[in-house]
């Protein structure tokens, strides 16, 4: 009688011991196997940051709850970080605080690449159950973000470099064909452009803005066929022979005062609102202004793509991006890639761009948000621009403090009479030194 209870006993350990292996479905609900670390019946919170003006955050807000509803197992939680937004992160992954994903602008992700912070997508990206895959984006768009084939963000969105104009502005001027017009027939041209300049000039109003930024300047470069990086990450800015022709034209519109560079607009005025009360022709800039002139009923504004110099219709200009990146560390990270690839997929890019949003899609299949409403009337020409334009090339965004460099001694160029081939000289030889220096160190 013992010996048989003693046997019951033993097989009732061993159906035990088989349940708890089979698991009946509590290993996925606890997050074994998963990437997650949440109990069973409760929900995985996750954590991503950005950085962003109030209209840019209410809209992410918004995502965030709709993603939560039609997640009812995961919780994500948005982290505005208004300001010192890449030391902040930095010091939040050190202390092992940092969100579980996060935005990061294209010269961070490269420190992040490098002190290995982030986790490497192109496994997740090629699994079958992603809701987003690499061949969705536009190649051109991965910049600092790709390296040595492998993926460590996304663009989460795009803003190809175009030209606005103020359809007043030209008209009061004496300018009849607008820009665009001349862009569709083949037509816009640095000279074009310099003639539309000249009459603003005339008349009493600005007839361009130059910022101070890379998107403007390689943007001048390319459009004449020239580029400021070799193949080998040298700057060029001085000995490629088209690169200072392009500088050059510049710099005799700056002296003629056909351009106007920002930093010597009268005080508390920039580009933009000087665009808006009528005073500017053309400024230079993404599709990031759309949101503040479609507020002014009674400005008259369009886009044309940058003026070429090489007899082509359309070369390629800057595109202004940021990314998307996971933590590496972080505990949920099933949960942190579902909200990042349905963040940048086309759904998620529709759902935060579309209304008049101020961005581009970076990938296929959401364009019609960019065409909706026909505003403004040549939209189209932001997704031309994109067809062909570049993201800052890791030569430049990967060596810490270069771009900060370059364009203070742009600045001292554009503020003061200095020679033209003396700056250039001297932005080339710093330029190139940093490079150097840095490349020396690893």
């Not at 569709?184 to 300049?197: I, L, S, V």
Request: glycine content about 10%.
């Amino acid at each position: 009688m013992v010996k048989i209870k003693w046997t019951l006993l033993i097989m009732m350990i061993a159906a035990t011991a088989i349940l708890q292996a089979c698991g009946g479905g509590d290993g996925a609900a606890s997050g074994e196997g998963s990437g997650t670390n949440t109990p069973k019946g409760e929900k995985v919170k996750i954590k991503w940051a950005t950085w962003g003006n109030p209209g840019e955050l209410t809209r992410f807000q918004d995502f965030t709850k709709d993603f939560n509803e039609r997640h009812p197992d995961i919780e994500a939680e948005l982290i505005p970080i208004p300001g010192e937004y890449d030391q902040k992160i930095l010091t939040q992954l050190s202390g092992g605080t940092a969100p579980d994903l996060f935005y990061a602008g294209d010269a961070f992700i490269v420190k992040l690449i490098e002190n290995g912070s982030i986790e490497e997508l192109t496994p997740l990206m090629e699994d079958p159950g992603s809701a987003v895959k690499k061949e969705d984006f536009f190649e051109s768009l991965w910049g600092a973000a790709k390296r040595d084939e492998k993926i460590y963000g996304a663009p989460v969105d795009n803003n190809p470099m175009v030209l606005w104009y103020n359809k007043k502005v030209l008209k009061d001027a004496g300018i009849m064909e607008m820009p665009a017009d001349l862009q569709k027939n083949g037509e816009w041209t640095w000279e074009a452009f310099q003639d539309m300049t000249d009459k603003i000039r005339e008349s009493g109003k600005y007839g361009y803005v130059l910022d101070n930024s890379w998107n403007s300047t390689h943007s001048w470069v390319s459009s004449n066929g020239g580029t400021v990086y070799d193949d080998n990450g040298k700057y060029v800015g001085y000995t490629d022979p088209k690169a200072i022709e392009a500088f050059r034209f510049l710099y005799d519109n700056v002296k003629s005062k056909n351009i106007t560079f920002a930093g010597t607009l009268p005080k508390g005025q920039g580009g933009d609102a000087m665009f808006m009360s009528n005073q500017v022709g053309f400024v230079g800039a993404g599709r990031w202004y759309l949101p503040l002139f479609k507020q002014n009923e009674t400005l008259e504004y369009d886009i044309v793509t940058w003026p070429t110099n090489t007899g082509n219709k359309i070369e390629p200009a800057g595109i202004p991006t940021a990314y998307m990146v996971l933590n590496k560390t972080t505990k949920q990270k099933e949960a942190a890639y579902t909200f990042f690839a349905e963040f940048v997929n086309a759904d998620g890019q529709k759902y935060r761009l579309q209304g008049g949003g101020n961005a581009v899609p970076s990938v296929s299949g959401a364009d019609e948000v960019v065409l909706e409403g026909n505003l403004p009337e040549n939209a189209q020409f932001f997704l031309d621009a994109r067809e062909v334009g570049y993201a800052l090339t890791p030569f430049e965004a990967g060596i810490p403090g270069l771009s900060n460099d370059i364009n203070s001694r742009f600045e001292a160029l554009w503020l003061k009479d200095e020679d033209l081939d003396t700056a250039m000289k001297e932005i080339e030889a710093l330029a190139n030194k940093k490079i150097e220096e840095y490349n020396n160190k690893k």
